[in-house]
C-alpha cells in the first residue's frame, strides 16, 4: 500500500505560480513511476504529468507543456509540480498518483494509488 498526501495549492492569480507537493508512504517510493492529474467540476480526471521512478523520463499533456515541470527527490518519497504561468483554465483539484510500476503512465487506469487532491484555484 501506499499513501500519499498533497499540498500546496491555493488561490492564486492568472499569471502567477504555485508549486505542490505529494508525500508517500508505504512502500518504496523509487519502485512507483508518478503522475499528476486535474480534475475540474463536471469533467473528467484529465492527465497533467508524469514521470518515471528515476527521474529521467516525464511527460506531459499539452495544455500545460512549457509551463509546469514535474520532479521527484527519492530520498523524500516526495513529487513536485511546478507550476507557472497559471491560467484561469488551470483551476482544478489536482490529485498525485502512484503508478503501478517504475515505468511512467498517462492514463488514470494505469494508477494504483491517489491522493486526495489539493485544490487550485486562478483567479483572472
Known amino acids: 500500500q501506499v499513501q500519499l498526501v498533497e499540498s500546496g495549492g491555493g488561490l492564486v492569480q492568472a499569471g502567477g505560480s504555485l508549486r505542490l507537493s505529494c508525500v508517500a508512504s508505504?512502500?518504496?517510493?523509487?519502485?512507483?513511476?508518478m503522475g499528476w492529474f486535474r480534475q475540474a467540476p463536471g469533467n473528467e480526471r484529465d492527465f497533467v504529468t508524469a514521470?518515471?521512478?528515476?527521474?529521467?523520463?516525464?511527460a506531459y499533456a499539452d495544455s500545460v507543456k512549457g509551463r509546469f515541470t514535474i520532479s521527484r527527490d527519492n530520498a523524500k518519497n516526495t513529487v513536485y509540480l511546478q507550476m507557472n504561468s497559471l491560467k484561469p483554465e488551470d483551476k482544478a483539484v489536482y490529485y498525485c498518483?502512484?503508478?503501478?510500476?517504475?515505468?511512467?503512465?498517462?492514463?488514470?487506469?494505469?494508477?494504483?494509488?491517489w491522493g486526495k487532491g489539493t485544490l487550485v484555484t486562478v483567479s483572472s
Open positions: 508505504g512502500r518504496t517510493f523509487s519502485m512507483y513511476a
Open positions: 498518483a502512484a503508478a503501478n510500476s517504475r515505468h511512467l503512465s498517462i492514463t488514470t487506469s494505469g494508477m494504483g494509488y
Open positions: 514521470i518515471n521512478w528515476s527521474g529521467s523520463s516525464t
